[in-house]
């Protein structure tokens, strides 16, 4: 196998992008991670896209040929294109697959992309696509929807462990300190954690600031092999490990549903391929769609004991100039989640910060960073880490 390289990367805004199309967002991501690469459109071999639903939110399916048509891949030079689903873990899942595309020797230059257009749909209905990530007969009919299955989470993790709602806001207060600091975030204000409580609850303990939003947007990378990566950027980001973990799709079947033991399993795949440890990680990005997920995400990943992952968060060691910077980018709470694009965005945002390029929100001397991205409440995860050293 191959080491394989990003020499590209482009997020586009995230938000809710009325007056953009499905396939204006994600031509932008790739256009944009092609020129950042400097590649020209016959170098590509393979393009893997991520996309949870777009059958739902936009009655468009045919998602990989549709990115290849309306990115002037598919007429005369007929790049192979494919979408790639699971659930919010979509994104991840296609990076995973291309970095296997090229690391396999099967293609040299790959786009990995991640797409969705949430905001064209009423809120029911966007609701209800997402619950399909769920299991849909013994959760969704029975009318489970995902701030319930993670307030659930979050009731026993503060049951088992003593985590208070204070610490679940401390959370998404700062991932909007983080977020204020990116230009592409859908939300750049700063909370409190007094917001946070004093928002709307929508299950309980979660309120709605507990909560990441529905979003537009897509975000996209070009991938290498790492004995060319030089030839392309003076700063290739080299992939050191992808790990891919699941567990049971439904809550109720698992061993506790306080520990995502696909996270676990992901993580100490990754961590394994890569020969490093969890200290040996400069910054995360985790897959915060609510607060309690980001204190599991932390815990499940080594970062925290468990149990611990509320204290750490409040001590301030997650936070940017702290032992272990999580979600600079501002997380799916502050930056957005379009749920087939957030494990590439997560992507993005290590590339970024290794190169030195995160601006305010840089994390120092960063020199090693993973990425985390679960589907649904925890059945698929998908874990990498990028390393500025080969």
């Given at each position: 196998m191959r080491d394989v390289a990003i020499i590209g990367v482009k997020n586009t805004k995230f938000g809710e992008l009325w007056d953009r199309?499905?396939?204006?967002?994600?031509?932008?991501?790739?256009v944009g991670a092609v020129s950042d690469a400097g590649v020209v459109g016959e170098k590509i071999d393979a393009m893997f896209v991520g996309n949870m639903s777009g059958g739902q939110f936009?009655?468009?399916?045919?998602?990989?040929?549709?990115?290849?048509?309306?990115?002037?891949?598919?007429k005369d030079i007929h790049v192979?294109?494919?979408?790639?689903?699971?659930?919010?873990?979509?994104?991840?899942?296609?990076?995973?697959?291309?970095?296997?595309?090229?690391?396999?020797?099967?293609?040299?230059?790959?786009?990995?992309?991640?797409?969705?257009?949430?905001?064209?749909?009423?809120?029911?209905?966007?609701?209800?696509?997402?619950a399909a990530a769920a299991d849909r007969e013994w959760e969704g009919i029975m009318g489970a929807t995902f701030p319930g299955l993670y307030?659930?989470?979050?009731?026993?993790?503060?049951?088992?462990?003593?985590?208070?709602?204070e610490q679940l806001a401390q959370v998404a207060v700062k991932n909007h300190q983080n977020g204020q600091h990116n230009p592409i975030a859908q939300y750049k204000s700063p909370i409190t954690v007094e917001s946070v409580l004093k928002s709307i609850m929508v299950a309980d303990p979660l309120h709605i600031f507990d909560c990441s939003p529905i979003t537009d947007g897509a975000s996209a990378v070009v991938l290498a092999p790492?004995?060319?990566?030089?030839?392309?950027?003076?700063?290739?980001?080299?992939?050191?490990?992808?790990?891919?973990?699941?567990?049971?799709?439904?809550?109720?079947?698992?061993?506790?549903?306080t520990?995502?033991?696909?996270?676990?399993?992901?993580?100490?795949?990754?961590?394994?391929?890569?020969?490093?440890?969890?200290?040996?990680?400069?910054?995360?990005?985790?897959?915060?769609?609510?607060?309690?997920a980001e204190i599991c995400a932390i815990e499940d990943l080594g970062f925290a004991k468990k149990g611990e992952g509320g204290i750490v968060t409040q001590n301030g060691e997650t936070a940017i100039g702290g032992r272990?910077?999580?979600?600079?980018?501002?997380?799916?709470?502050?930056?957005?989640?379009?749920?087939?694009?957030?494990?590439?965005?997560?992507?993005?945002?290590?590339?970024?910060?290794l190169r030195g390029e995160a601006g305010k929100r840089q994390v120092d001397?960063?020199?090693?960073?993973?990425?985390?991205?679960?589907?649904?409440?925890?059945?698929?995860?998908?874990?990498?880490?990028?390393?500025?050293?080969?």
């Open positions: 199309s499905f396939r204006d967002v994600v031509v932008e991501a790739g936009v009655e468009q399916e045919h998602i990989g040929a549709l990115i290849a048509d309306y990115s002037g891949l598919a192979p294109s494919t979408r790639v689903e699971a659930a919010c873990a979509s994104g991840g899942l296609a990076l995973r697959q291309g970095i296997y595309s090229v690391a396999s020797g099967m293609d040299d230059i790959v786009i990995a992309a991640g797409a969705e257009k949430m905001t064209d749909v009423p809120s029911p209905k966007a609701s209800s696509a997402l307030a659930m989470i979050a009731r026993m993790h503060m049951h088992k462990y003593g985590t208070t709602s790492a004995d060319v990566a030089h030839e392309y950027t003076d700063t290739p980001i080299y992939v050191k490990a992808t790990a891919q973990a699941s567990d049971t799709i439904a809550l109720h079947d698992r061993r506790d549903i520990t995502l033991d696909a996270s676990v399993a992901a993580g100490k795949r990754a961590y394994e391929m890569a020969k490093m440890q969890p200290k040996d990680i400069n910054l995360v990005e985790v897959h915060d769609c609510f607060t309690i272990i910077p999580v979600n600079t980018s501002g997380g799916l709470k502050s930056c957005g989640h379009p749920v087939g694009a957030t494990g590439v965005k997560q992507a993005v945002e290590i590339v970024e910060q001397g960063a020199e090693v960073g993973m990425t985390h991205n679960v589907g649904g409440s925890g059945a698929t995860a998908v874990v990498h880490i990028f390393s500025r050293n080969r």
